[in-house]
């Protein structure tokens, strides 16, 4: 806007010095006439009159700019009009470069940015995917092991008529599921030493063959159970809060 008011300005101040040029030299011409009367008695009596005409000079030979200042003002008018327009399009041409330059680093900075964010996404969304494959492919594992020492327990029974070959071979079974259970446990954990802890009083049932009833067996057995099924529930609930 600043610079289409400095080019009024100037186009205000060109017309102004060309409007000089077509005044017309006005000639003022002073016609004086002196009438005397002399009466019969000698008396003078004298009447100046003044007269003052504007004579033009029609034969006056006029300049080129001044026959031609209409023309000459609007050609000045256009170009002054076409250079200004030309350097205010020039102009704006940077303002809209430099601004498109921006606006592109912009983008790829946004661009990079969500890139980096999917990126990170991914990661985590995969490692939290192993996670949870893995977490639950241990709580199978545990399930299983424990079903089968509690199904090996039953075929301990005090009661029961085994050679000691057999007997043996079952408290292998036994002792191995223990083991493995005992491997896939944490012991830092409290729910993982109640688990323990009933396992052992699983085998300490059978093996003491005096004090042995199954009601005994059943409630070792049932607690083993329990402490089972609430390592699994809360396994479980950190598999959700994975995905």
């Known amino acids: 806007m600043i610079y289409r008011f400095l080019i009024s300005i100037i186009l205000f101040h060109l017309i102004t010095l060309l409007s000089f040029g077509q005044s017309v030299t006005d000639t003022m011409v002073i016609e004086c006439s002196n009438k005397v009367t002399i009466p ?12 003052i005409k504007q004579i033009p000079f029609e034969n006056e030979k006029k300049s080129f700019v001044s026959r031609n200042i209409s023309w ?3 050609i000045i008018i256009a170009f002054i009009s076409v250079i200004g327009n030309l350097w205010v399009a020039r102009r704006q041409a940077q303002r809209n470069s430099i601004n498109l330059k921006a606006q592109i ?38 399930r299983e092991t424990v079903s089968d020492f509690l199904t090996n327990s039953l075929s301990l029974a005090p009661d029961d008529i085994f050679s000691k070959e ?34 052992n009083k699983v085998i300490e049932v059978i093996r003491s063959k005096e004090d042995y009833n199954l009601e005994k067996l059943q409630t070792a057995r049932d607690v083993c159970l329990e402490a089972s099924r609430r390592i699994i529930k809360i396994e479980w609930e950190k598999i959700k809060a994975l995905k």
């Open 40 to 51: 019969q008695d000698f008396s003078i009596e004298l009447s100046d009159t003044l007269n």
């Open 166 to 199: 057999e007997e043996l071979k079952y408290y292998n079974k036994l002792f191995y599921t223990k083991f493995k259970i005992e491997l896939l446990l944490n012991t830092k954990t409290e729910e993982h030493k109640l688990l323990l802890q009933a396992i």
């Open 105 to 142: 680093e912009n983008n790829e900075k946004i661009l990079d940015k969500q890139i980096q964010n999917s990126k990170e996404i991914a990661i985590t969304e995969f490692k939290a995917t192993i996670a949870a494959n893995n977490r639950q492919g241990w709580i199978n594992e545990l």
């Open 72 to 74: 000459i003002t609007a």
